[in-house]
């Protein structure tokens, strides 16, 4: 009985609590030029991080090619160790087997990444918000 009123007497007060408006309100501002002062702050962050006029989509279409690229990258560089592991394998048919199979496992993935890029370059090339014209790729032609 008594953790029945703790609980009851806490969702009360809770309750209670929520059910007050709040004190802090925000104030809009009387001081003339402050919006355009905020509005030229914001451009200048946005020319600083070398934003412009960029639409959301093509924002998403750039960060999903940058991780497309650093997969590709990542492929390369297992591709180029294993080959090297299988170089240096002396003739040693346990490492070879690891390399060769390090090898089909970095081509399966290097082929799930290029068809990933192109189905992401298909589908931002049909959508509305326009995620062509940044002139920066094959992806945003």
Do not use: C, H
Not at 42 to 67: K, P
Request: glycine fraction near 10%; proline fraction near 3%.
């Amino acid at each position: 009985m008594k953790n029945y009123l703790k609980k009851s007497s806490f969702i009360i007060l809770a309750a209670i609590l929520l059910s007050f408006p709040s004190f802090a309100l925000a104030q809009t501002s009387t001081s003339p030029g402050l919006s355009d002062r905020v509005n030229a702050q914001a451009e200048n962050m946005q020319n600083t991080a070398g934003l412009g006029d960029v639409s959301l989509g093509v924002v998403i279409s750039m960060v999903i090619r940058a991780a497309l690229t650093l997969l590709g990258i990542i492929f390369l560089v297992i591709i180029v160790f294993a080959g090297y592991r299988w170089m240096t394998a002396s003739g040693n048919e346990e490492a070879i087997q690891k390399a060769q199979s390090s090898i089909k496992r970095a081509i399966i993935g290097l082929v799930i990444v290029m068809l990933a890029y192109a189905i992401t370059a298909f589908v931002f090339n049909q959508l509305p918000f326009g995620a062509v014209g940044d002139g920066s790729g094959p992806m945003g032609s």
